[in-house]
């Protein structure tokens, strides 16, 4: 609903997006300080209340229609949904063997992508059947997460921790190509997450209810595709998965560069995202070369890694966009192909002590 609000409500042109974009990511930068709140409670625990503080946020959103007020939503919800990515991430690579860890995340995907889809019919019918405002869409959809989370918090049972984590942050050598294509990979979602959905609503003129439509297409794809793509790394590897990724995101950023027909646009949008969540193989590349005690502390400082580029991409590419939006999806390609480079020094096998590999290694 963001960039349906900031053009319909708000007004807001390229500059605009990229300034409220920067703001979102500014708590993605500052994931590193995740680890210290291991000192005060459980990452589980943690997970919880940064859902509540994002939907929280999420909920009173259109009663601050202003574009100080739209910021300061903005980083409230960002700050909840970070912190619980961050959470999650870790936990995820905690809990699951290393052997199934693949499978099992894409079936992790794949339910909250059907949750995905049920909020996405809800703001379909509210939109587009009973004229719903945007103020009433984002209330009962933020009051629903935040029962939701407080459901989960009571019911749920507190699950054992594993192998004890670092209270500090932890910088390897070692770790230093996961790094790089974590910061990669966040320079490179920028141009998707900000400007390939802008540019369905500024240029093709997409509405809400579509631009809802497409969003819960975009979850179906990932429902039947997650699964499949974390059983695919299981048999053909991390450093295959990525290779594949890498290619289709530079084509489809070439060829947003140049669409003119909305189909052809929104080919590209669904193939983009069903590509992302190939990134599971990123995940899982770290959690073969990972000592299991720095998986929190990694987690928090991958976040503010994968944000580095996040905070000042918007901004500047949402200045290039006002010159030229394709020299924006051009320099997304440039970015994909840099990732295909690093994701060839990943080994076949990734293990500990041998986390990258600098020539060709047999499948």
Same mark, same amino acid.
Not at 48 to 53: E, H, R, T
Not at 105 to 132: D, E, N, R, Y
Not at 235 to 255: D, H, M, N
Not at 259 to 276: C, G, P, Q, R, S
């Given at each position: 609903?963001?960039?349906?609000?900031?053009?319909?409500?708000?007004?807001?042109?390229?500059?605009?997006?990229?300034?409220?974009?920067?703001?979102?990511?500014?708590?993605?930068?500052?994931?590193? $300080?995740?680890?210290?709140?291991?000192?005060?409670?459980?990452?589980?625990?943690?997970?919880?209340?940064?859902?509540?503080?994002?939907? !929280?946020?999420?909920?009173?959103?259109?009663?601050? /229609?202003?574009?100080?007020?739209?910021?300061?939503?903005?980083?409230?919800?960002?700050?909840?949904?970070?912190?619980?990515?961050?959470?999650?991430?870790?936990?995820?690579?905690?809990?699951?063997?290393?052997? &199934?860890?693949?499978?099992?995340?894409?079936?992790?995907?794949?339910?909250?992508?059907? *949750?995905?889809?049920?909020?996405?019919?809800?703001?379909?019918?509210?939109?587009?059947?009973?004229?719903?405002?945007?103020? !009433?869409?984002?209330?009962?959809?933020?009051?629903?997460?935040?029962?939701?989370?407080?459901?989960?918090?009571?019911?749920?049972?507190?699950?054992?921790?594993?192998?004890?984590?670092?209270?500090?942050?932890?910088?390897?050598?070692?770790?230093?190509?996961?790094?790089?294509?974590?910061?990669?990979?966040?320079?490179?979602?920028?141009?998707?997450?900000?400007?390939?959905?802008?540019?369905?609503?500024?240029?093709?003129?997409?509405?809400?209810?579509?631009? &809802?439509?497409?969003?819960?297409?975009?979850?179906?794809?990932?429902?039947?595709?997650?699964?499949?793509?974390?059983?695919?790394?299981?048999?053909?590897?991390?450093?295959?998965?990525?290779?594949?990724?890498?290619?289709?995101? *530079?084509?489809?950023? $070439?060829?947003?560069?140049?669409?003119?027909?909305?189909?052809?646009?929104?080919?590209?949008?669904?193939?983009?995202?069903?590509?992302?969540?190939?990134?599971?193989?990123?995940?899982?590349?770290?959690?073969?070369?990972?000592? /299991?005690?720095?998986?929190? /502390? &990694?987690?928090?400082?991958?976040?503010?890694?994968?944000?580095?580029?996040?905070?000042?991409?918007?901004?500047?590419?949402?200045?290039?966009?006002?010159?030229?939006?394709?020299?924006?999806?051009?320099?997304?390609?440039?970015?994909?192909?840099?990732?295909?480079?690093?994701?060839?020094?990943?080994?076949?096998? /990734?293990?500990?002590?041998?986390?990258?590999?600098?020539?060709?290694?047999?499948?």
């Amino acid at each position: 609903m963001v960039n349906n609000f900031a053009v319909e409500v708000l007004s807001f042109s390229g500059r605009e997006i990229g300034i409220q974009q920067s703001i979102r990511e500014i708590p993605g930068f500052l994931s590193f $300080a995740a680890v210290f709140l291991l000192l005060l409670g459980r990452e589980q625990t943690w997970a919880y209340i940064s859902l509540i503080l994002l939907a !929280g946020a999420a909920a009173v959103t259109g009663y601050f /229609p202003t574009f100080t007020g739209f910021l300061i939503t903005t980083f409230i919800s960002s700050v909840g949904f970070h912190y619980y990515e961050t959470m999650h991430q870790s936990l995820s690579l905690q809990w699951l063997p290393k052997a &199934t860890a693949p499978a099992t995340m894409g079936k992790i995907l794949s339910v909250g992508s059907f *949750a995905q889809l049920a909020t996405f019919g809800f703001v379909f019918a509210a939109s587009a059947w009973m004229a719903w405002s945007f103020t !009433g869409i984002f209330l009962f959809t933020g009051i629903a997460g935040c029962v939701g989370a407080i459901v989960l918090w009571i019911l749920f049972p507190t699950f054992k921790d594993g192998t004890p984590q670092h209270k500090k942050l932890i910088l390897r050598k070692r770790y230093w190509l996961y790094y790089a294509l974590t910061f990669m990979g966040g320079a490179r979602r920028q141009i998707f997450m900000v400007f390939a959905g802008f540019m369905l609503v500024e240029k093709f003129g997409f509405t809400l209810p579509q631009m &809802t439509m497409l969003a819960a297409a975009n979850v179906f794809v990932m429902m039947i595709a997650a699964p499949l793509i974390g059983s695919w790394i299981v048999k053909i590897g991390e450093r295959t998965v990525l290779s594949i990724e890498y290619i289709g995101l *530079a084509l489809v950023f $070439a060829a947003y560069a140049f669409v003119e027909h909305w189909e052809i646009a929104v080919a590209l949008y669904l193939l983009d995202h069903a590509l992302f969540s190939m990134a599971i193989a990123m995940k899982t590349y770290f959690q073969k070369i990972a000592d /299991p005690a720095d998986i929190a /502390p &990694t987690a928090g400082v991958a976040f503010t890694i994968n944000h580095i580029a996040a905070v000042f991409i918007p901004v500047l590419f949402g200045l290039l966009w006002l010159i030229s939006p394709a020299a924006v999806f051009l320099a997304g390609a440039a970015m994909a192909l840099c990732s295909l480079f690093l994701a060839r020094l990943v080994p076949v096998v /990734p293990l500990p002590g041998h986390e990258v590999v600098w020539r060709s290694e047999p499948a």
